[in-house]
């Protein structure tokens, strides 16, 4: 069973969702893999309950991305379940995901998990959605699916997309109804209150 934290929605699951289903997995003799590559953003949202030693003993494997907080390339494989791991190594060897200098990829993880960085990270990456997210709410709009961390998917009114998708790297996510484009908004760990601010402005014209 493969999920993300955070979930392509941006939403977060909550540490008894993902009991329930590690539980089931250990029912029917399944796996449960958790796709990390966001879970900065995932362990640092507002609603989060999970922690570390959660998804250690939740999952049979997950991992903890490093390229959506600033790495460049690299994640950090946790195997829980020992008895899966035979021969990972050499898998990944065969498909060419090792690299001839691999401490380049693990010196990047650890500066990350030292000094609380890596949730530093996390944190601002959501505080600065929710500043977009308060600026949405004040025009009125409607979210596809509920704001929880650094993804926002917006119902937006056809006119009012045309233009923020005219100017700014947004995903269109095509007509939710007659009236309105999903757009999905994505803030980072390098994003920064001038460029919010700078939005705000424009955003506010194009409302006018």
Same mark, same amino acid.
């Given at each position: !069973?493969? +999920?993300?934290?955070?979930?392509?929605?941006?939403? !977060?699951?909550?540490?008894?969702?993902?009991?329930?289903?590690?539980?089931?997995?250990?029912?029917?003799?399944?796996?449960?893999?958790?796709?990390?590559?966001?879970?900065?953003?995932?362990? &640092?949202?507002?609603?989060?309950? /999970? &922690?570390?030693?959660?998804?250690?003993?939740?999952?049979?494997?997950?991992? /903890?991305?490093?390229?959506? !907080?600033?790495?460049?390339?690299?994640?950090?494989?946790?195997?829980?379940?020992?008895?899966?791991?035979?021969?990972?190594?050499?898998? =990944?060897?065969? *498909?060419?995901?090792?690299?001839? *200098?691999?401490? /380049?990829?693990?010196?990047? +993880?650890?500066?990350? =998990?030292?000094?609380?960085?890596?949730?530093?990270?996390?944190?601002?990456?959501?505080? =600065?959605?929710?500043?977009?997210? &308060?600026?949405?709410?004040?025009?009125?709009?409607?979210? +596809?699916?509920?704001?929880?961390?650094?993804?926002?998917?917006?119902?937006?009114?056809?006119?009012?997309?045309?233009?923020?998708?005219?100017?700014?790297?947004?995903?269109?996510?095509?007509?939710?109804?007659? *009236?309105?484009?999903?757009?999905?908004?994505?803030?980072?760990?390098? &994003?920064?209150?001038?460029?919010?601010?700078?939005?705000?402005?424009?955003?506010?014209?194009?409302?006018?």
């Amino acid at each position: !069973v493969y +999920i993300s934290n955070t979930t392509e929605l941006g939403t !977060v699951y909550t540490k008894q969702e993902l009991k329930k289903l590690y539980q089931f997995c250990q029912k029917n003799h399944l796996y449960l893999y958790l796709d990390g590559a966001r879970l900065a953003m995932a362990l &640092t949202a507002k609603d989060n309950d /999970i &922690t570390f030693p959660d998804l250690a003993k939740y999952t049979d494997v997950f991992y /903890i991305g490093g390229t959506k !907080v600033g790495a460049f390339a690299g994640e950090a494989v946790i195997f829980n379940n020992l008895s899966i791991n035979q021969d990972f190594r050499f898998s =990944m060897k065969q *498909k060419g995901a090792i690299l001839a *200098k691999s401490w /380049i990829i693990a010196i990047q +993880i650890k500066a990350l =998990m030292q000094n609380n960085l890596y949730f530093e990270l996390g944190k601002h990456s959501n505080e =600065m959605a929710d500043k977009l997210k &308060t600026l949405f709410e004040k025009a009125g709009l409607t979210f +596809i699916a509920k704001p929880q961390s650094n993804q926002l998917f917006v119902n937006c009114p056809i006119q009012l997309a045309e233009k923020i998708l005219a100017h700014y790297a947004v995903d269109n996510l095509g007509q939710t109804d007659a *009236k309105h484009i999903g757009l999905r908004f994505c803030t980072s760990w390098s &994003t920064q209150d001038e460029e919010i601010e700078l939005f705000a402005e424009q955003f506010q014209k194009w409302l006018a």
